[in-house]
Every structure is written in structure tokens, then in C-alpha cells.
């Protein structure tokens, strides 16, 4: 499997968007760190383009620098990916997340510890199962992102090893669990090309979220 070799850098991104409503076709959450907010503030973030796509409602509450695990101080000022995930009547939740856990927490070369309270090496237990548990427990569908490459990226370095790792341990889960699909956004952006990335290398630019969002927005559509 093959990740994002950098993480998300504290950008001050403020996650926004309308009051989750009941369903009509089913309301789509989108949650994570700065690859799922990149490009809101232009209205083409990746949440956006899947609205736009299958013509649903989604709500976008990803934020610059959001951890998984994020204690303390980050919690206190929104980084939260689990916080992100308030009640509604979701019919899916599209996730992302660990790379700033890898980066912040643990320095990205130390992260053993870290990355098995985030998920075990079989994948059912640590802080990942337990957001997507929490997902699927309000009756939605659970999509993980994990990261496409950045090879010209100077974000981090050293979090790939982890973020592989980490990533292997949610594609077994997903293969476990009938309401959990795994995409791996490295296969999207194949080849890399560099107009898919902002100016900074390492996010999105508007097409490389108008590429992702469309390709998440089919697999919703063929799942659902």
C-alpha cells in the first residue's frame, strides 16, 4: 500500500458548513485532517465535489493539523477527528486521518507505540475501530481515504514507514467488515501528476479535489 510520505500541517482551516439535516437520499459527513479541507474556502474541497456529484447534502467539518488522537491543547482548539463526528442521521461518513498523530505525536520515526493504540496490528481495536464503530453505530456507511503520494512534498519527513503500516491495518479491517470500504488515494492520483497538488506540494489543488471527490462520490454511488 502506498501513502502520503509527509503530514498535514496546522493551517488554522476552520471547518464550516450547514446543520446536518435529515435525510433525503441520505446526508453525507466527511471528516479528517487538511487533505478533506483544502480548497473549502473556494467551495471545492473534496466534500463539496461529492455533494455535487450525486446531488446530496454533504456537511464538510474536516480542519488543517485534526489528529485522530488528539489530546490536551489540540483538542481544546477543534483538532479532533473524532469530535468532528456529531450525531445525525448520516448515511455515509467519509474519514481520513493519522498523519498529523504520526507527525505530532510520536515525530514520525518513533511511533510503535503510537500506531498501535491508533489500530492493532489485526486491526479491531485503538482509537480508528473505535471512530468507525461510533460511525456505524448511527447507521451510516464508513468510507476511509487513505493519503496518495507526494513526491515533491517536504512536509514531515519519515512518516511513510508508519503511514503504510497504518493504512495496511484499515484495509484489513475493511475486509472484514461488510459497512467499511477502503480507498487508497494514491491509486487516484496514479501517476502523480504535479497539477493535482497545491503550490505548497503536498495538498490538493482544486483539480486534484475535483479528481478525488469525483472518484469517492462513484464508489458512494455503487455501494449504495
Same mark, same amino acid.
Not at 201 to 216: N, Q
Not at 218 to 224: E, K, P
Given at each position: ?11 488554522g ?18 471528516? %479528517? ?31 488543517? %493539523? ?5 489530546? %490536551? ?14 450525531? %445525525? ?42 471512530l ?27 512518516? &511513510? ?7 495496511? &491495518? ?27 497538488f497545491?503550490?505548497d ?16 462520490a ?7
Open positions: 500500500m502506498r501513502v502520503l510520505a509527509s503530514v498535514m500541517l496546522i493551517l482551516l476552520v471547518a464550516c458548513g450547514p446543520a446536518p439535516t435529515s435525510r433525503s437520499g441520505g446526508d453525507i459527513l466527511v471528516i %479528517g485532517d487538511s487533505v478533506m479541507a483544502w480548497n473549502k474556502g473556494l467551495g471545492a474541497d473534496i466534500g463539496s465535489v461529492i455533494g455535487e456529484r450525486l446531488t446530496r447534502s454533504v456537511v464538510n467539518r474536516a480542519v488543517g %493539523g485534526a489528529r485522530i488522537r488528539a489530546g %490536551g491543547g489540540a483538542s481544546l482548539i477543534g483538532l479532533s477527528i473524532p469530535e468532528q463526528l456529531t450525531a %445525525g442521521a448520516w448515511d455515509w461518513v467519509v474519514m481520513n486521518g493519522a498523519a498529523n498523530d504520526l507527525g505530532f505525536n510520536c515525530g514520525c520515526t518513533r511511533c510503535a507505540d503510537e500506531i498501535e493504540a491508533l489500530i492493532s496490528a489485526d486491526g479491531t481495536r485503538g482509537d480508528i475501530p473505535d468507525i464503530a461510533r460511525a456505524e453505530a448511527q447507521g451510516a456507511h464508513v468510507l476511509w481515504m487513505g493519503y496518495y503520494a507526494a513526491p515533491n512534498s517536504t512536509a514531515f519527513p519519515g512518516c &511513510r514507514p508508519g503511514l503504510v503500516e497504518i493504512e495496511r &491495518r484499515i484495509s484489513r479491517l475493511a475486509a472484514a467488515r461488510p459497512g467499511l470500504i477502503f480507498v487508497d488515494a494514491e491509486d487516484i492520483f496514479d501517476p502523480p501528476d504535479p497539477t493535482l497545491a503550490s506540494r503536498t495538498h490538493p489543488s482544486v483539480k486534484g479535489s475535483a479528481i478525488i471527490g469525483t472518484y469517492l462513484d464508489v458512494i454511488a455503487r455501494h449504495s
